[in-house]
């Protein structure tokens, strides 16, 4: 089994005071046991952005310790992160939203009349979904949510941070 490990999981193992640390800890160890635990470039640079590692030297010694390769995503990985993402945008429709209430509303620029749209970057979390779903057969994360709407993959370990959407 290869297992995709999201950040999310990952800071919660790292950070013994988040409510998901234990969670964390048993998905990770249990999957470990049952195979190969990967992660990509993006959670990589997600951990570097981390102020619990001090460089890349310190990234790498945990990855080693906890057994975690690097494998970057497929070809066909890839495709479907842009696919997923079109999906994305096509349901999000060009309104902000206020990520509190949910209140959707448009917004011109004073200086030149345009009116505003949210930036529309690949994000991150769409190559690790692909990834998982395409190239792996589980995703460790605590935004399940997130990615059972864009992916058919087995999560773990099923639950949710609050807010993580």
């Known amino acids: 089994m290869r297992a995709v490990v999201d950040s999310s999981a990952l800071l919660a193992y790292l950070y013994e005071d988040d409510p998901h640390a234990e969670a964390a ?5 249990t999957t470990y046991r ?4 990967l992660i990509n470039s993006v959670v990589y640079a997600e951990l570097a952005g981390e102020e619990g590692f001090a460089g890349e030297t310190e990234i790498d010694q945990f990855l080693d310790e906890t057994g975690i390769d690097i494998a970057s995503p497929s070809h066909t990985a890839m495709a479907a992160a842009g696919d997923a993402f079109t999906e994305y ?10 990520p509190a209430c949910g209140e959707q509303t448009t917004v011109s620029c004073p200086e030149g009349g345009r009116r505003l749209a949210p930036r529309q970057h690949l994000s991150p979390d769409f190559l690790i979904g692909a990834q998982a779903a395409v190239d792996a057969d589980v995703l460790i994360t605590f935004d399940a949510g997130f990615y ?3 992916f058919d993959v087995d999560v773990r370990p099923g639950t949710e941070k609050s807010g993580s959407e």
């Open 25 to 29: 800890a048993t998905a990770l160890e």
């Open 34 to 37: 049952e195979g190969k635990l």
């Open 89 to 98: 945008l096509s349901r999000r429709g060009d309104a902000l939203q206020c």
């Open 148 to 150: 059972r709407s864009y």
